[in-house]
């Protein structure tokens, strides 16, 4: 452990000499070595003939970062998506069914939907999945939620 009764004598060990000195035969040689810098920046400099691809590359660059980016992460997708199309797509009589009885069903209002379900005709009670799917349809979690909490 440090004690601090050992700090002054390892304080008088250290040296006290400068640890900078000037290299040697510096100022002997300064005049000449400071003649030859100011020739050489009096000097026009040559300049290099600038190539179009210079100028390019860093848009090339940009353009390709994007496109590897755009087949990384969108073709993978585009064609998962396009795969599940495929496979939940039904048959086109039955879509256009489908499509039909849809739209009969989003224009209706909520007491013709369900005095259709109560026409006296029968006592069948609608199955929960008919509801649900109604449900999602026309309303949002947040209506459905208000109008429990009634």
């Known amino acids: 452990m440090h004690n601090q009764e050992d700090t002054p004598i390892k304080l008088s060990e250290i040296r006290k000499e400068n640890p900078f000195r000037v290299p040697g035969n510096y100022f002997e040689d300064f005049q000449a070595r400071m003649h030859l810098r100011i020739e050489q920046e009096m000097q026009p400099e040559m300049k290099k003939p600038v190539r179009v691809i210079e100028l390019l590359k860093p848009a090339l660059s940009l353009a390709a970062s994007f496109a590897a980016v755009f087949m990384i992460v969108y073709l993978p997708i585009s064609s998962i998506q396009k795969r599940q199309l495929a496979s939940d797509s039904p048959s086109s009589e039955v879509?256009?069914?489908?499509?039909?009885?849809?739209?009969?069903?989003?224009?209706?209002?909520?007491?013709?939907?369900?005095?259709?379900?109560?026409?006296?005709?029968?006592?069948?009670?609608?199955?929960?999945?008919?509801?649900?799917?109604?449900l999602a349809a026309n309303y949002s979690d947040y209506d459905i939620f208000m109008e429990t909490q009634k």
């Open 95 to 134: 879509q256009i069914e489908t499509d039909h009885y849809t739209y009969l069903i989003e224009n209706m209002d909520e007491n013709t939907f369900f005095a259709l379900f109560n026409n006296g005709d029968s006592d069948e009670i609608p199955a929960d999945e008919s509801i649900t799917e109604y």
